[in-house]
């Protein structure tokens, strides 16, 4: 089981082998999942702008990458064309932080205050695609509870409450 300790060092993260091979193939998912911004090439891309930036098709980039107004598409639309570019940057960063942090296996990962948040970022994004392929709501334990262990989600229910734990871990050592 994976333990989240604050020491004079840092946050010290210590992973089982599966849980780190876990967290590296999450986060590769998660870096392939984000692709390439939309409309990342021509003049305004390198000033981190698209040129045609549409709320994405898969449910899971867009709980990533929401709506900033539900309510007007063309202000929605705007938002995204000059900010989704720079979010897609940061949360593959944020995950290409964690699978560096996890070259050496079996070893203590030591992070900094810095490097503890993007952590806690990456470890968030990856929930929140999990969460939303396995339609988690608040009454996901139960549904987890019932669930067939030869059901295929199964796995995904325990990934989703193990990275939660991860999780609550960081910050309780930060905080």
């Not at 503890?116 to 339609?135: E, F, H, K, M």
């Not at 334990?141 to 409450?161: G, I, N, S, T, V």
Request: net charge negative; hydrophobic share 40%; aromatic share 6%.
């Amino acid at each position: 089981m994976s333990n989240v300790k604050k020491t004079r060092k840092g946050v010290v993260v210590r992973l089982e082998p599966e849980e780190a091979a876990l967290v590296r193939a999450l986060m590769e998912q998660l870096v392939s999942l984000l692709g390439d911004a939309p409309g990342d090439d021509g003049e305004l891309a390198s000033m981190g702008i698209a040129e045609n930036a549409v709320k994405p098709d898969d449910p899971v980039l867009a709980r990533l990458f929401p709506d900033a107004y539900r309510e007007d598409g063309e202000a929605a639309g705007e938002f995204r064309r000059y900010t989704e570019m720079g979010l897609r940057d940061g949360k593959r960063e944020a995950a290409r932080t964690v699978l560096d942090a996890l070259k050496d296996p079996g070893s203590d990962i030591v992070l900094d205050q810095e490097k503890a948040q993007i952590w806690l970022r990456a470890l968030n994004d990856v929930r929140l695609a999990l969460g939303t392929r396995l339609d988690i709501s608040e009454e996901w334990y139960e549904e987890a509870e019932q669930l067939d262990p030869r059901d295929p989600r199964a796995p995904m229910f325990a990934a989703y409450d193990w990275l939660t734990m991860l999780q609550e871990g960081l910050v309780r050592a930060l905080w």
